[in-house]
C-alpha cells in the first residue's frame, strides 16, 4: 500500500489538492516498510518524543531523548557523546552491532586501524564491516535528521535472523544531529506554525523560513563545507570520530528543493577530485544496484552521477574519500514543512523520512554483502596511498611563521587530522624561503594519511576542466598565511624531519615588569583580542605606526609595524593591575609584550611621537537579515565574537534605517542585497561616516557602497562599460565578440561556455603594502585570498587607495580562472581604502573572512576595526 502511494505522489505531473484529513503520520514500522516483527520491549520514537515521526520536526534534546531510550533500552546499541556545539548542544552518537562485538568495540577498533599499516593481513573472518552514517548537518534539511529514529529504532527493534545476522556482521554508527544549533533554529520556526489543518502552500509562512534559516550552525557556518577545514566543533567532532572508527562506507543525508526527486552518490563522475580512489567508486557503483532495487521497488523517481560535483575535499561526503571509506551523498526531495505542493504533486514529510530511512537501511545490506571486499579496499588503498606517495616528487612540506598562535592553531588542525608533524631539525632553503631549526616544522608526505596532506597542502593550478561545484582552491597554509614550500627532490632529506610534535605551547614569555611603558608586538592572531580586552578595562594605547627600536632592560626590540604603546602613567588602573593584563596578554593570546625604559627611540618614531596614533575601543554594528548573506554575516560575526570576544550588534538591513548610528564607532556590511536602504538612509550614512564612523563593506556590499558615492571607489568592470560604449560602432570589440560566439559551439558547451568565465572560488595570491596601517602585523606583502567573482577596483588618482592588489604576475595560486580573468586583475585593488571627511570607508573584492580559514587576510578586517581612522588620503593627486 505504501509503495503504491509514494509512487502516486511522485509520479504525479501537477500539485494535488490537499485536505486537512489526509495528512495522518503513519507509524514508524509502516514507514519502514521492512516486513518484520519489531520487538515490543523497544520504545518507538512516539513512545519517548509524544510525537510520531513526520508529526512534527524534532528538536534536538528530542533526539537526545530517543537515543538515550534506546541505550537504556537496548543491548544492541551503546551512546555516547562525541562533541557539543556553539550552545552548547550535545551531538550524540550511537554505535549498534550484536552484543557480541559491542563487548570487543577495541578489539575491532584496533584490528580496522591494523588495516591501515603496510603488509596488513587480512582481518579475521569474524571482522565486521564499519558504517557511519551522519544526520543533520544542514538544519533546513529535516528528513536528514529526523529518519534517524526510523533507521535506530529498525535496528535496535527489528526481530529475525537476519537483524541478528547482520549485527554480527556489521558496526553500524549513527551521528545525530550533527548541528543541533541549526536543527533546533529549524524545528522551532517549522513547529510554531503547526496548524491543526497542515498547509501545503509553498508560499505559507511555515515552508518560507526566516533568516539566518537552519541549515548553518550558530554562527551561521555551513558545516557541510568544514570537513577538511575544522574550523567549527562540530566538524572537528565528526572527524575526529571518523578517525577513530575508519569506516569502510560513510554516508551524510541531506534534503535538496522540494521539485526533485531522489539523488545519490556519486556525482559526477568525470568531475571527481583526482585524490579520490577509483576503487571506492567501483564499490559505490556496484551497491548502487541495491540503493536502485529499494527505490525502483517503491516506483520512486531518483538520480545519480549529476549535479553534486565532488571536487572539494570539504564536504561530508568528499573528505572520507581521503581516508578509504566509500562515501555516500543522499539528497531527498524537501517539503520544508509537513506538506507541500511540488510538480510531483503533494509530498508527506512522513514519507521523506521514511524514504531516507529505507535508503540507509538498503546502503547497511549492500555493505554487509560486501564485506570482504570493503575490507581489501580500505587495505588496498593504504597500500595505494603509499606508493602514490613514493612516486610523488614533492617529499615533504616545510611551514613557519613568527605568529605563534597561528602555529599552533595550524597544528592543532593537522592532529586532527591525524597527521604526524615534525620539528624541523636543520635549515633548509626553498622557493626562496630560509627555513630554521627551532621556528619551522615539516610534515613528510609519505606516511598514513598522505591523501589528506595532499588535499590541505598542494597548491594546484587546474587547467583541464571548468565546472566546479564549489570552490576549486584552498591551499591550508596559503590561507593561513604561513611561510611554506614545498620540498622537491634533493631539497628533501630524511635527516630534515627531528622529533615528532606532541603539543605546542603558544605563550608568549611573561613580560619583564615595567615602570613605564609597554610595547605590545601586534603579529600575533590574538593581538587584537588582547587590545580589545586593555581598551575594555578603560586603558589607553597608541598604534606605533613604523619600524621602532625599543629599548629594554634586556636590550634594545624591534616590535614591528603596529606595536600598541601602552603607558604606565595616568592610566585608570594601577601598574600592578596594568601588568597582569600584559602577563596575560602573552599568556592567553601569545603576544610579545616588551618593558620600555625609555620614551626615545634609537631608530623611529619615540615613544611620544607625533606619528603615533589613539586606538580607541569599537562598538560595532553588523548588517544582517535577509537581505544579508547568512556565511558571510556569521564569519565576520565568528572572527569578532567568538575569535576575538569583541562586542558585535547584529542589526537587520530592515531595521537599519530606524537604528541610531552615532552609538556606532563601525558599520561592517558583508555580501548582500541592500538596494532597500533609500536615499534618506545613505544620506545619514554618509553624514556619520563624514563625522568619524568607520564603514566596512565587502562583495557585492562594496560595490553598493561605490555605486550610490559614499566611496570614490571604481571596479574594473565599470571602466570596461565604459570602454564598450565607444567601441559599439564596430572594430576590435566587435571582432571578439563575434569569434567568441563562433567559440561557444554546440548548446551541450552552455554549462562550460559560463564556467570559463566565472572565478567560483580560486585562490589568489595579492599583494599589500605592508606599511599602511591596514595591513600592520604581516611581516610580508604576499597574502592569499579567495576568490569568488571577477570584481576588482581600478586606479584612481589616489595612488594609496589601494593598500592590498591582486599579484602583477598572474595572481592565481591554486584552483580555477580563466586566462583573461587572471590577466584582467593583475595589479588590480583587491582593497580600497579612502579617508571621507572624519571617517573612513574600507571595502574588500572579496571575503575576507570566507569559511574562517584565512587567517592572514582576517587581519584586514581587525586593523580596519582599530586602525580605521589612522591613515590620510594624499593631499597631492595623480593627474
Excluded at 272 to 280: E, G, I, K, T, Y
Excluded at 445 to 456: D, E, P, W
Excluded at 504 to 524: H, K, N
Excluded at 548 to 572: F, H, L, S, Y
Amino acid at each position: 500500500m505504501l509503495r503504491t502511494l509514494a509512487a502516486a505522489l511522485l509520479l504525479s505531473t501537477a500539485p494535488a489538492a490537499f485536505t486537512a484529513q489526509a495528512y495522518e503520520p503513519q507509524p514508524v514500522q509502516t514507514l519502514l516498510d521492512q516486513g518484520v516483527q519489531y520487538d515490543p520491549a523497544i520504545p518507538a520514537p512516539e513512545d519517548v518524543t509524544g510525537f510520531r515521526l513526520g508529526e512534527i520536526i524534532y528538536p534536538p534534546h528530542m533526539h537526545a531523548a530517543y537515543v538515550e531510550a534506546l541505550g537504556e533500552a537496548s543491548e544492541r546499541m551503546i551512546v555516547s557523546v562525541i562533541g557539543e556545539s556553539h550552545f552548547g548542544r550535545p551531538i550524540h552518537q550511537v554505535t549498534i552491532s550484536s552484543p557480541a562485538n559491542l563487548a570487543r568495540l577495541d578489539e575491532i577498533k584496533a584490528t580496522q586501524r591494523s588495516l591501515l599499516e603496510p603488509g596488513a593481513p587480512p582481518p579475521p573472518a569474524d571482522h565486521p564491516v564499519i558504517l557511519q552514517f551522519t544526520f543533520g548537518v544542514h538544519g533546513s534539511e529535516p528528513s536528514s535528521y529526523d529518519a534517524a529514529p526510523a533507521m535506530l529504532y529498525h535496528l535496535a527493534a527489528a526481530q529475525g535472523e537476519e537483524i541478528e545476522t547482520l549485527l554480527e556482521e556489521a558496526v553500524i554508527n549513527i551521528v545525530v544531529p550533527v548541528n543541533p544549533d541549526g536543527v533546533n533554529r529549524f524545528a522551532q520556526w517549522t513547529n510554531m506554525h503547526h496548524a491543526s489543518a497542515p498547509v501545503a502552500d509553498p508560499q505559507s509562512r511555515e515552508h518560507y523560513y526566516e533568516w539566518p534559516w537552519g541549515r548553518t550552525n550558530h554562527y551561521y557556518f555551513d558545516l557541510n563545507r568544514q570537513k577538511l577545514l575544522v574550523q567549527q566543533p562540530e566538524s572537528r567532532a565528526v572527524v575526529e570520530f571518523t578517525h577513530e572508527w575508519m569506516p569502510n562506507i560513510a554516508g551524510d543525508f541531506h534534503e535538496m528543493g522540494s521539485n526533485s526527486t531522489f539523488m545519490f552518490s556519486p556525482g559526477p563522475i568525470e568531475r571527481r577530485n583526482p585524490l579520490f580512489s577509483d576503487a571506492a567508486l567501483e564499490l559505490n557503483l556496484d551497491m548502487n544496484s541495491v540503493v536502485a532495487e529499494q527505490l525502483d521497488g517503491e516506483g520512486a523517481l531518483y538520480v545519480t552521477e549529476e549535479l553534486f560535483a565532488h571536487f572539494y575535499l570539504g564536504f561530508g561526503s568528499s573528505y572520507p574519500n581521503l581516508i578509504g571509506a566509500v562515501p555516500y551523498l543522499f539528497e531527498q526531495s524537501s517539503t520544508r514543512g509537513l506538506v507541500r505542493e511540488t510538480e510531483f504533486g503533494t509530498l508527506r514529510y512522513d514519507d521523506k523520512i521514511g524514504q531516507q530511512a529505507r535508503v540507509g537501511l538498503a546502503v547497511i545490506r549492500a555493505g554487509q554483502a560486501r564485506r570482504s571486499e570493503l575490507q581489501a579496499h580500505l587495505a588496498g588503498f593504504y597500500q595505494e596511498s603509499r606508493q602514490l606517495a613514493a612516486s610523488d616528487p614533492v617529499r615533504a612540506y616545510v611551514f613557519s611563521s613568527t605568529d605563534r598562535a597561528r602555529l599552533a592553531n595550524f597544528l592543532d588542525m593537522l592532529d586532527v587530522h591525524q597527521i604526524e608533524v615534525r620539528e624541523l631539525d636543520r635549515a633548509v632553503r626553498a622557493d626562496g624561503r630560509s627555513f630554521e631549526p627551532g621556528d619551522a616544522f615539516i610534515v613528510v608526505a609519505n606516511q598514513t594519511h598522505y591523501r589528506v596532506i595532499k588535499g590541505l597542502f598542494q597548491a594546484e593550478i587546474i587547467e583541464d576542466r571548468t565546472e566546479f561545484y564549489d570552490v576549486s582552491g584552498w591551499t591550508q597554509p596559503l590561507a593561513w598565511d604561513l611561510d611554506y614550500a614545498e620540498l622537491r627532490g634533493r631539497a628533501f632529506s630524511p635527516n630534515l624531519a627531528g622529533d615528532v610534535v606532541d603539543g605546542f605551547d603558544a605563550a608568549a614569555p611573561d613580560p619583564d615588569r615595567s615602570p613605564y611603558v609597554y610595547v605590545m608586538e601586534w603579529d600575533s592572531y590574538y593581538a587584537p583580542r588582547a587590545l580589545y580586552r586593555l581598551l575594555d578595562a578603560g586603558l589607553r594605547a597608541r598604534v606605533i605606526p613604523d619600524e621602532t627600536t625599543v629599548r629594554t632592560r634586556g636590550g634594545e626590540v624591534e616590535p614591528g609595524r603596529g606595536a600598541i604603546m601602552v603607558p604606565i602613567a595616568g592610566q585608570e588602573l594601577d601598574a600592578d593591575e596594568i601588568y597582569e593584563l600584559m602577563v596575560r596578554a602573552a599568556r592567553e593570546d601569545s603576544v610579545t609584550v616588551h618593558a620600555a625604559v625609555s620614551g626615545i627611540t634609537p631608530r623611529g618614531s619615540d615613544l611620544g611621537g607625533f606619528d603615533l596614533e589613539n586606538v580607541e575601543k569599537p562598538e560595532i554594528l553588523l548588517a544582517t537579515g535577509r537581505a544579508v548573506s547568512a556565511n558571510d554575516a556569521g564569519e565576520y560575526w565568528h572572527l569578532l565574537d567568538h575569535e576575538m570576544n569583541i562586542p558585535v550588534s547584529l542589526i537587520d538591513v530592515s531595521e537599519m534605517p530606524g537604528a541610531s548610528l552615532e552609538r556606532y564607532t563601525h558599520m561592517i556590511m558583508p555580501g548582500g542585497d541592500y538596494s532597500s536602504l533609500d536615499a534618506d538612509f545613505r544620506e545619514r550614512l554618509d553624514v556619520w561616516v563624514r563625522a568619524g564612523g568607520v564603514l566596512i563593506a565587502s562583495e557585492s556590499a562594496s560595490r553598493w557602497v561605490a555605486e550610490h558615492d559614499l566611496s570614490s571607489a571604481e571596479f574594473l568592470s565599470d571602466e570596461e562599460d565604459e570602454g564598450e560604449g565607444e567601441a559599439s560602432d564596430g572594430g576590435e570589440a566587435d571582432e571578439a565578440d563575434a569569434d567568441e560566439t563562433e567559440a561557444a559551439g554546440s548548446y551541450d558547451d552552455i554549462d562550460r561556455w559560463d564556467a570559463e568565465v566565472r572565478i567560483s572560488g580560486a585562490l589568489f595570491e595579492t599583494r599589500a603594502d605592508i606599511a599602511h596601517p591596514l595591513v600592520f602585523g604581516l611581516r610580508d606583502s604576499m597574502l592569499a585570498i579567495t576568490k569568488l567573482g571577477v570584481d576588482g577596483f581600478a586606479d584612481s588618482d589616489n595612488p594609496f587607495a589601494l593598500p592590498v592588489r591582486y599579484a602583477q604576475d598572474d595572481p592565481l595560486l591554486a584552483g580555477y580562472a580563466s586566462e583573461e580573468n587572471r590577466e584582467e586583475l593583475e595589479g588590480a585593488g583587491a582593497m580600497h581604502a579612502e579617508r571621507r571627511g572624519s571617517g573612513s570607508v574600507i571595502l574588500f573584492a572579496d571575503n575576507p573572512v570566507f569559511r574562517g580559514y584565512h587567517k592572514g587576510s582576517q587581519r584586514l578586517v581587525t586593523n580596519a576595526i582599530f586602525f580605521g581612522d589612522d591613515f590620510r588620503n594624499p593631499r597631492r593627486r595623480l593627474d
